[in-house]
């Protein structure tokens, strides 16, 4: 069964770091791109990051410079180093494993998603 875990979203002042991971389990997680996506109320899922089964990463340029991801294939995990966060950068932030393009149509699997919440 797979699965995607995100963890490490929470409620946190602007300026404020934050590292969200995301476990994932059941697919041959070394073979895969991984992506963050996210989501504010009343708008469509947005790209973030990506990174390839070989360690490419890509950003959306609204957070390049801020935006950190990288990958632990010995523990199966995606990071997202969040810095000087930003109250337009509260959103439901989601993991997802698949092809690595900035569309989620091309990614097969999806976490439930944390809440990152920024206040000014």
């Known amino acids: 069964q797979v699965q995607l875990v995100e963890s490490g979203g929470g409620l946190v002042q602007a300026g404020a770091s934050l590292r969200l991971s995301c476990a994932a389990s059941?697919?041959?997680?070394?073979?895969?791109?991984m992506a963050w996506f996210r989501q504010a109320p009343g708008k469509e899922r947005e790209f973030v990051a990506a990174?390839?089964?070989?360690?490419?990463?890509y950003y959306a340029d609204s957070v390049k410079g801020r935006f950190t991801i990288s990958r632990d294939n010995a523990k199966n995990t995606v990071y997202l180093q969040i810095n000087s966060l930003k109250p337009e950068d509260t959103a439901v932030y989601y993991c997802?494993?698949?092809?690595?393009?900035?569309?989620?149509?091309?990614?097969?699997?999806w976490g439930q998603g944390t809440q990152v919440t920024v206040s000014s």
């Open positions: 997802a494993a698949g092809s690595v393009t900035r569309s989620p149509m091309n990614y097969r699997y």
């Open positions: 059941g697919f041959t997680f070394a073979t895969y791109s």
């Open positions: 990174i390839s089964y070989s360690g490419m990463t």
